[in-house]
T-cell receptor
Framework: NAGVTQTPKFRVLKTGQSMTLLCAQD?????MYWYRQDPGMGLRLIHY???????AKGEVPDGYNVSRLKKQNFLLGLESAAPSQTSVYFC??????????FGPGTRLTVL | AQSVTQLDSHVSVSEGTPVLLRCNYS??????LFWYVQHPNKGLQLLLK??????LVKGINGFEAEFKKSETSFHLTKPSAHMSDAAEYFCVVSPMDSSYKLIFGSGTRLLVRP
């Protein structure tokens, strides 16, 4: 049981490049979330999904898109990366008790 | 709207002394509350959760928290700090709507002096 996994762990992009971050969970959870973490700001919700085929905007959705084609996977896309998107990105899935289980994170730098 | 405030951005204690990390929440109804810990360059790990079953909640690694509705507080405590407790701690509230989103405090960095 791997829990929540994220790929890649690190990535460096140039401004304007695109990329996709992959999140996978093996706990059969319905709800999945993408957050970004910046110094002194805690975690902020980017997008979330309440089930396969559904997505919704969170607190800071601009510049990101998501897809949930399979229940176990939740993808986060950056179509045209900007330096303001330099951050650490965390994926999470929600358990039966309301708690969320987090992946190890992806550290993204946009030059 | 729900929110959570962590009253200290940094807390420094000596090894073996008690730990107190303070958290106040704002909610129009009884919320679900959590404490998470994040060690450097790691993901977030759940320490404990309050979901209205008992006001004193015991978590992992000797941590516990008490839900006080009259004070709208959910402070995290540990009787004796260990060096391995040095990390960032987040108080989190969940507005029990259909999204089950989590709202994070800004975090408290715990330093443990030898």
């Amino acid at each position: 049981n791997a829990g929540v996994t994220q790929t890649p762990k690190f990535r460096v992009l140039k401004t304007g490049q695109s990329m996709t971050l992959l999140c996978a969970q093996d706990m059969n959870h319905e709800y999945m979330y993408w957050y970004r973490q910046d110094p002194g700001m805690g975690l902020r919700l980017i997008h979330y999904s309440v089930g396969e085929g559904t997505t919704a905007k969170g607190e800071v959705p601009d510049g990101y898109n998501v897809s949930r084609l399979k229940k176990q996977n939740f993808l986060l896309g950056l179509e045209s990366a900007a330096p303001s998107q330099t951050s650490v990105y965390f994926c999470a899935s929600r358990g039966q008790g309301g708690e969320q289980f987090f992946g190890p994170g992806t550290r993204l730098t946009v030059l | 709207a729900q929110s959570v405030t962590q009253l200290d951005s940094h807390v420094s204690v000596s090894e073996g002394t008690p730990v107190l990390l303070r958290c106040n929440y704002s909610s129009s109804y009884s919320p679900s509350l959590f404490w998470y810990v994040q060690h450097p360059n790691k993901g977030l790990q759940l320490l404990l959760k309050y979901t209205s079953a008992a006001t004193l909640v015991k978590g992992i690694n000797g941590f516990e928290a008490e839900f006080k509705k009259s004070e709208t507080s959910f402070h995290l405590t540990k009787p004796s700090a260990h060096m391995s407790d040095a990390a960032e701690y987040f108080c989190v509230v969940s507005p029990m709507d259909s999204s089950y989103k989590l709202i994070f405090g800004s975090g408290t960095r715990l330093l443990v002096r030898p």
